[in-house]
């Protein structure tokens, strides 16, 4: 079981990343992928979080509104596309996958999650 995140690089505050997550080894209909990000001397975060079966999805507030989080059930692949990017959007963004449907709470807990890509650096800066 793999998961490979990239997409990640350096752009300019109000430019625009697409972070692709490929699963590799399960498929992850009936589960649940979660992007988190941790910046330097901070705690890791949740991002935001997308129920494979039905699509629904969760953001922290301060992305509501510039990320988009979405499924390429196809490919076996998550998005993250993040647009009008900020500097303290800057972090390491990992992909995490959770198996089945889990309550609100235990999203947040990534200590729950049992698969993680590697991280992508995402650097906002002019």
């Known amino acids: 079981v793999q998961l490979q995140a990239s997409g990640g690089g350096l752009v300019q505050p109000g430019g625009s990343l697409r972070l692709s997550c490929a699963a590799s080894?399960?498929?992850?209909?009936?589960?649940?992928v979660t992007w988190f990000r941790q910046a330097p001397g901070k705690e890791r975060e949740l991002v935001a979080s997308?129920?494979?079966?039905?699509?629904?999805?969760y953001y922290r507030n301060s992305v509501k509104g510039r990320f988009t989080i979405s499924r390429d059930s196809p490919n076996n692949t998550c998005h993250l596309q993040m647009n009008t990017l900020k500097s303290e959007d800057t972090a390491v963004y990992y992909c995490?996958?959770?198996?089945?449907?889990?309550?609100?709470?235990?999203?947040?807990?990534?200590?729950?999650?049992?698969?993680w890509g590697q991280g992508t650096l995402v650097t906002v800066s002019a």
């Open positions: 997308i129920k494979w079966s039905g699509g629904s999805t």
């Open positions: 995490a996958a959770k198996l089945g449907s889990p309550i609100l709470s235990t999203l947040w807990d990534s200590s729950k999650y049992e698969y």
């Open positions: 080894g399960f498929n992850l209909d009936g589960n649940t």
